[in-house]
């Protein structure tokens, strides 16, 4: 990237030679010399020089250290043992103080001594001066990466087990946090880990595109600044009028017009190893909003990774993926049936209760039961799914949390937690069925 700069001589230094120039005419045949920045080769250089450690033995120290990484979602905590396992996982209190733990296996490795494929691959393009990359917030980014397979079995994929790509890059001030975690195809996920360790490698270091100055001296005859950057210039100094918003609300609401959804940054979809997604839903009245969820007109959406999910009150449970060419993939999660609803709450707890410190109970969550979903591969039978939703105070009024978790094959659990869902749930009779308030 340049900058076109209209001056008497350039800034000194080993940037810029006199002979380095062009001359460039306007179209009102106004001339300029302009004198262009030298592009320096001091990385390849040192690239070229480089004896030192490769990236597999920098990172060895992480990896005797036995050290672990964590990153903690509203649901799901995600957990990186360097060099051994990757872990999602979820701690559920009970009643009387019981821990339920919900955990998956992102991937293990199974010899530490053994380099991986992966690992073989990234090595021979080092060798060949080809680094991997991977865009970072607009960035193109380089990184080593580091395979690890056999982790939870996947039942979408014929229980093959789950395999991931932990991408380790250059970050100095770091110490090795998790940066993301995606899904990129289903039960195949990519882990990205900043670390200053590989920051001593020159292959791995991050490089911003340098901007330098592009210096331009009018040839005789010719103005000091060609008349059209003069013509804008004056423009932009007319309509350089402060301009406010009287009301800070006015701009909030312009925001929320124009982004009316937003996800977390770090998600894991898909089935058993399911997502947690907050969308900011359409700022509707609360009347009408809640009119319309309890008559299944309105569904709630979440997810981020690979698989997302609907769920539309007294109707169904939908898992889907999107793709631009091959289009929707669908898969009906569990139907609403009251009378079997009915049934399962004879034997379930269907309206879940909290006691407060004054003595009072009030719903803090309601279960229902959706079943004949799509046929089962793994187990013959339909898919199910309990829904359990719950109220959850938040920031923003119109928030909704949607995660999803397969603890038995094919028979599911969503969580639906939202400010919304706080209103309705005392209207919650003895099978935890919800109608509108007064």
């Given at each position: 990237m ?32 302009c ?14 020089d ?65 380099l ?5 691959e ?34 979408l ?89 009287n009301?800070e ?28 997604g907050?969308?900011h ?6 009347d ?11 569904c709630f959406?979440?997810g ?6 609907e ?10 993926h ?9 898969v ?35 279960s ?14 339909p ?15 119109h ?15 969503l ?24």
């Open positions: 340049q900058n076109i700069l209209y001056s008497f001589a350039p800034t000194t230094g080993v940037l810029y030679k006199e002979d380095n120039y062009v001359i460039m005419t306007t179209t009102h045949k106004e001339k300029y010399k004198i262009l920045p030298l592009v320096t080769s001091g990385d390849e250089e040192e690239e070229k480089y004896k030192g450690p490769n990236p597999r033995e920098l990172l060895e120290p992480l990896f005797k250290q036995s050290s672990c990484s964590y990153r903690i979602e509203s649901y799901w905590t995600y957990e990186v043992c360097h060099g051994k396992h990757i872990r999602q996982y979820h701690e559920e209190k009970e009643s009387g103080q019981k821990v339920n733990i919900h955990e998956y296996y992102l991937g293990n490795m199974l010899a530490k001594n053994l991986s494929e992966k690992e073989q990234a090595e021979e393009k080092e060798k060949s001066k080809e680094i991997p990359t991977k865009n970072i917030e607009g960035q193109m980014t380089p990184y080593y990466p580091v395979g690890m397979g056999n982790g939870t079995p996947c039942s994929k014929q229980n093959r087990p789950r395999s991931s790509t932990v991408m380790y890059i250059c970050h100095p001030e770091s110490k090795h946090e998790i940066l993301s975690v995606a899904e990129v195809t289903t039960c195949e996920y990519e882990v990205v880990i900043l670390t200053p360790l590989l920051c001593n490698h020159p292959k791995y270091r991050f490089r911003a595109s340098p901007v330098n100055d592009i210096f331009c001296q009018s040839l005789p005859g010719s103005p000091f600044k060609p008349l059209t950057l003069r013509q804008l210039e004056q423009q932009e100094e007319i309509l350089r009028v402060p301009f406010r918003r009301k609300e006015d701009l909030q609401s312009t925001k929320e017009e124009r982004f009316p959804a937003i996800h977390k940054p770090i998600a894991v979809g898909s089935q058993p190893m399911l997502t947690v907050t969308t839903i359409s700022k509707l009245t609360d009408q909003l809640i009119k319309e969820f309890l008559s299944g007109s309105y959406h979440g981020v990774g690979w698989w997302k999910y769920f539309c009150y007294g109707k169904h449970v939908h898992q889907y999107e793709d631009k060419d091959s289009g929707k993939t669908s009906v999660v569990g139907t609403w049936n009251q009378e079997e609803h009915i049934e399962w709450a004879k034997k379930n707890t269907a309206r879940a209760y909290h006691l407060q410190d004054d003595g009072t109970q009030t719903v803090r969550m309601v229902h039961f959706y079943g004949n979903g799509d046929i089962c591969d793994i187990t013959d039978k898919r199910q799914v309990t829904v359990k939703l719950k109220c959850k105070e938040s920031d923003s009024p928030a909704v949390t949607v995660y999803m978790l397969e603890p038995h094959s094919c028979q599911y659990i969580g639906v937690e939202s400010p919304v869902i706080c209103k309705i749930l005392d209207t919650a009779d003895e099978n935890g069925l919800l109608s509108l308030p007064n």
